[in-house]
């Protein structure tokens, strides 16, 4: 059915995904530590793989939950809430956008990403416009 969409352009290339990254901010490692530098590397690992597959489109770490923001608006008014969103939610430290060849692909970039380790890789199509 996936070529079937009423959205979908009828074009014959690969789709591209979005995998965001959750993990336990309570978890992490601390800035210089030995663990926090095994973690670095194994995501450069991660990127050089991908890159090498022809598979990354973009990616980028996200700042600390403390960072971030929200923006919600009701009856014209905007709201703007500085973060951590949910405490008790976990973090989202980053993305990676690739370009697979269908979702068992995907699925499988997501086993290999580090987050998945203890944390979570969520994917979701993206849908081109």
Known sequence: MGDKHPLHRG???MARYIFLQYVDESKAPPYGSPE??????????YLDE???AGAFKDGDPCQ??????????HDGHAKTTDGPMHAQSPWLNGYFVLECKDRAEAAA????????????VEV???LSL
């Open 109 to 120: 970039w997501a086993a290999k990403n580090p987050a998945a380790q203890g944390g979570t």
């Open 36 to 45: 926090l530098n095994a973690q670095i590397e194994a995501f450069a690992k």
């Open 64 to 73: 600390p939950s403390a960072a971030g923001f929200s923006v919600s608006v």
């Open 50 to 52: 991908v890159k090498a």
């Open 124 to 126: 979701h199509p993206i």
């Open 11 to 13: 074009e014959n290339h």
